[in-house]
C-alpha cells in the first residue's frame, strides 16, 4: 500500500476513533483542550510510523493506547497522577510499543456521551458548540469546519480556542448531567445537531444549495447519539427528521444545482432506504413517550409528504394539524410561517395568506428570505400577480444563497410574463 492510500486510511481511522479518544483523555486529565492536544500529538506519531511500519491490526486501540501513555506521562510530570495511574505507569514501559490486546477498561460510550453534553453546553454560543463538537466529536479540521459554513479558518480556530478557554474558566464536568438538568442539557445537544443539519439542507450562503458533509456529520452524531441514549424519544424523533429530510437530496436541484421546490421534485429519486430508516425511528419515538416532542413532530410532517408518490395524494389537513401541534409546543414566527403554507394548501391560499400578513412585522422575521418568498407564492395563487413579483424581488434580495437568489429571481421575472 503506497504512502498516499496509508495516509488516507489514517484519515479515516482518526474521523473514526478521535471523538472516543478525546473523551477517554479528557476524563483523565479534567481539560478538553489539553486532552485534544494529546490526541493531536497521537495522531502525529501515527503519520510518521504506521507508513514506515504498516497500519495495526486493530489501529483505534493502538491509538487510544498511545493517547492513554500520553496522557498518563503529562499526570506523572505534573505531580497529580494517583496509585491507579501510577499502577498503570509502572505496567506500560515508555519504550514499549503498543500491545493491542492492552485492556481499555472504561465505558467508551459513557465517555463520549461526556464529551458530546460538554462541548454542547449552555454556557457556550451556539456558533461555538457547533464549531467545538464538529471539531471534537466530529473530527473535523478547522479547514473542513470553516469551508462547511463558508466562514473564514482563523474564525472557526478562534471559536474552537475561546470555546475551550470559556470551558476551562466555567470549571464545566465532565460528565453527563444530574436529572434536574439532564432536559435542557439534552436539549442543548440536539439543537446543536439540529442546527448543524440545517446550515447543511439549506445553506444560508455561497454557491450550493446543499452542504451534504454537514447533513451527513449531523446525521452521523445523531445515531451515535440513538446509541448512547436509546430511551430518549427525541433523540429518535431528531434522526427520523433528518433522515426523512435527507432521503430527498437527489430530487432537490437539477443537474445545473439550481433548486426544485417540494411539490415539483421528482419522487422516484427521493431514496428508500432513508425514508424506511426514518420512518422506524419515528415509530421508536413514539413508543418510548406516545405523544411527539419538536422534533419527532417535524418528522412526522416530513412523513406525510415521504409516504405518498404525488403532491395530491399529500394530507395537507393532516400536516396543518402537526403544526398547530408544534406551535403549542415551540410557538415561533417561523414555525407560524409554515403553518401558514399548510394552511394555504389544505384550505386554499388566502386562508394562509391571512395569517402571513399578521407576521409582516414580526421582528424576527424582518429579514428573512422566506417570508416574503412565501407571501410571493400564496399572492401569485390569488392572481396578484405584480404584488407577487415584488415579493419576490424582496426575498431575492435578503437571501445570501447564490442558487436561492437565481430561483427567487426568476420566479419574480416569471409572474410579469
Given at each position: 500500500?503506497?504512502?498516499?492510500?496509508?495516509?488516507?486510511?489514517?484519515?479515516?481511522?482518526?474521523?473514526?476513533e478521535s471523538a472516543n479518544i478525546i473523551?477517554?483523555?479528557?476524563?483523565?486529565?479534567?481539560?478538553?483542550?489539553?486532552?485534544?492536544?494529546?490526541?493531536?500529538?497521537?495522531?502525529?506519531?501515527?503519520?510518521?510510523?504506521?507508513?514506515?511500519?504498516?497500519?495495526?491490526?486493530?489501529?483505534g486501540a493502538w491509538l487510544m493506547t498511545v493517547a492513554k501513555r500520553k496522557a498518563i506521562d503529562l499526570l506523572r510530570r505534573k505531580k497529580r497522577l494517583d496509585q491507579k495511574y501510577e499502577q498503570m505507569a509502572y505496567e506500560m514501559n515508555t519504550n514499549y510499543e503498543p500491545d493491542l490486546a492492552d485492556e481499555i477498561d472504561e465505558d467508551i460510550d459513557d465517555n463520549l456521551l461526556r464529551l458530546i453534553f460538554m462541548t454542547c453546553h449552555p454556557v457556550l454560543s451556539k456558533n461555538a458548540r457547533v464549531a467545538l463538537t464538529l471539531r471534537l466529536v466530529g473530527g473535523l479540521t478547522t479547514e473542513e469546519i470553516a469551508n462547511a459554513f463558508l466562514v473564514p479558518e482563523p474564525t472557526i480556530a478562534q471559536r474552537i480556542v475561546r470555546a475551550k478557554r470559556t470551558l476551562a474558566t466555567a470549571n464545566v464536568p465532565?460528565?453527563?448531567?444530574?436529572?434536574?438538568?439532564?432536559?435542557?442539557?439534552?436539549?442543548?445537544?440536539?439543537?446543536?445537531?439540529?442546527?448543524?443539519?440545517?446550515?447543511?439542507?439549506?445553506?444560508?450562503?455561497?454557491?450550493?444549495?446543499?452542504?451534504?458533509?454537514l447533513c451527513n456529520e449531523a446525521l452521523r452524531m445523531g445515531r451515535v447519539l440513538v446509541n448512547l441514549i436509546p430511551i430518549e424519544p427525541e433523540v429518535?424523533?431528531?434522526?427520523?427528521?433528518?433522515e426523512i429530510q435527507v432521503s430527498r437530496f437527489k430530487a432537490r436541484t437539477n443537474t445545473e444545482g439550481e433548486m426544485i421546490l417540494l411539490l415539483d421534485q421528482d419522487r422516484s429519486l427521493w431514496d428508500q432506504e432513508h425514508i424506511k430508516r426514518g420512518v422506524a425511528s419515528l415509530k421508536k419515538a413514539e413508543d418510548l413517550h406516545g405523544t411527539f416532542g419538536r422534533y419527532a413532530l417535524q418528522a412526522a410532517i416530513a412523513t406525510c409528504h415521504a409516504r405518498v408518490?404525488?403532491?395530491?395524494?399529500?394530507?395537507?389537513?393532516?400536516?396543518?394539524?402537526?403544526?398547530?401541534?408544534?406551535?403549542?409546543?415551540?410557538?415561533?414566527?417561523?414555525?407560524?410561517?409554515?403553518?401558514?403554507?399548510?394552511?394555504?394548501?389544505?384550505?386554499?391560499?388566502?386562508?394562509?395568506?391571512?395569517?402571513?400578513?399578521?407576521?409582516?412585522?414580526?421582528?424576527?422575521?424582518?429579514?428573512?428570505?422566506?417570508?416574503?418568498?412565501?407571501r410571493g407564492n400564496l399572492l401569485l395563487k390569488l392572481g396578484r400577480k405584480r404584488e407577487a413579483s415584488e415579493e419576490f424581488r424582496r426575498a431575492a434580495s435578503l437571501t445570501q444563497n447564490v442558487q436561492e437568489k437565481k430561483f427567487l429571481s426568476k420566479q419574480a421575472k416569471d409572474c410579469m410574463k
Open positions: 500500500m503506497n504512502e498516499f492510500f496509508i495516509h488516507q486510511r489514517i484519515e479515516s481511522v482518526w474521523r473514526t473523551a477517554f483523555i479528557t476524563r483523565m486529565v479534567r481539560d478538553i483542550g489539553i486532552a485534544e492536544d494529546l490526541a493531536q500529538d497521537t495522531l502525529i506519531i501515527a503519520l510518521e510510523r504506521w507508513p514506515v511500519s504498516g497500519i495495526p491490526d486493530n489501529p465532565f460528565e453527563v448531567p444530574q436529572k434536574t438538568a439532564y432536559a435542557e442539557r439534552l436539549s442543548s445537544v440536539l439543537e446543536v445537531i439540529y442546527l448543524m443539519f440545517n446550515e447543511g439542507y439549506s445553506a444560508t450562503s455561497g454557491e450550493n444549495l446543499v452542504r451534504m458533509n429518535h424523533g431528531l434522526v427520523a427528521l433528518m408518490d404525488s403532491p395530491e395524494k399529500t394530507n395537507w389537513k393532516l400536516i396543518s394539524a402537526l403544526y398547530d401541534a408544534l406551535s403549542k409546543i415551540t410557538p415561533s414566527p417561523v414555525v407560524e410561517l409554515n403553518r401558514a403554507v399548510a394552511i394555504s394548501m389544505g384550505y386554499g391560499p388566502k386562508a394562509g395568506l391571512e395569517i402571513v400578513d399578521t407576521l409582516l412585522l414580526e421582528p424576527a422575521l424582518k429579514n428573512y428570505h422566506l417570508l416574503p418568498s412565501v
